[in-house]
């Protein structure tokens, strides 16, 4: 079993539509929760990150981390065909020894 | 600045021949990773390094080395290319994180497309 799990979609929404992405993980240890953004032949960036539970909002885009259920998610809200790309998430512990762990991606087409 | 830079951006390779995919930054960051991203698998990491001098195993090592002689460079070599290495390849560098390993925010150059035959 994965530490991290996506569905890699391919997601297609009509522009304007709220956008839902969720990863589920399984390490208890995980304190950072990241999304990293990747358009066609790029490199990801990073969007958002969260520490710990909570939520997190940055313009159109929310996160979400519920430690207690090991779920995350990325709402993006008024999607714009700009917004068409794969949506990696990521996590860490907060440990020195702590690798980043990488969902497998979901791809998110909107349309115009 | 430049960030993350990586040569070359494609490759066609034969089985069992070996080159260096090189990856430095201009940021002055400690960790430098390499990413491998193969469709449904998302990125997993071959090789890390937390400073000069120093490297480690990440989750898939097997048929790459690495060394760090210098902070800015950190190549990543195939030893006799296989087609399962045939994959985009990405290099990333990143702060020290705020309990000091690996931070967040990863910064990653725009990739090397990798062919084996």
């Known amino acids: 079993q994965k530490e991290v799990e996506q569905d890699p979609g391919p997601l297609s929404v009509p522009e304007g539509a709220i956008v839902s992405l969720n990863c589920t993980y399984s390490?208890?240890?995980?304190?950072?929760f990241m999304w990293y953004r990747q358009y066609s032949r790029k490199g990801p960036e990073l969007l958002m990150y969260?520490?710990?539970?909570g939520n997190k909002e940055d313009g159109r885009f929310t996160a979400q981390v519920d430690k207690s259920s090991k779920y995350i998610s990325l709402f993006i809200r008024d999607s714009q065909p700009s917004d068409s790309a794969t949506y990696l998430c990521a996590m860490i512990g907060s440990s020195n020894t702590g690798k980043l762990i990488f969902g497998q991606g979901t791809t998110l087409q909107v349309k115009p | 600045n430049a960030g993350v830079t990586q040569t070359p951006k494609f490759q066609v390779l034969k089985t069992g021949q070996s080159m260096t995919l090189q990856c430095a930054q201009d940021m002055n960051h400690e960790y430098m990773s390499w990413y491998r991203q193969d469709p449904g698998m998302g990125l997993r990491l071959i090789h890390y390094s937390v400073g000069a001098g120093i490297t480690d195993q990440g989750e898939v090592p097997n048929g790459y080395n690495v060394s760090r002689s210098t902070t800015e460079d950190f190549p990543l070599r195939l030893l006799s290319a296989a087609p399962s290495q045939t994959s985009v390849y990405f290099c990333a560098s990143s702060y020290s994180g705020l309990a000091g390993g690996l931070s967040y925010e990863q910064y990653f150059g725009p990739g090397t497309r990798l062919t084996v035959t």
């Open positions: 390490n208890s240890a995980f304190q950072y």
């Open positions: 969260t520490y710990s539970s």
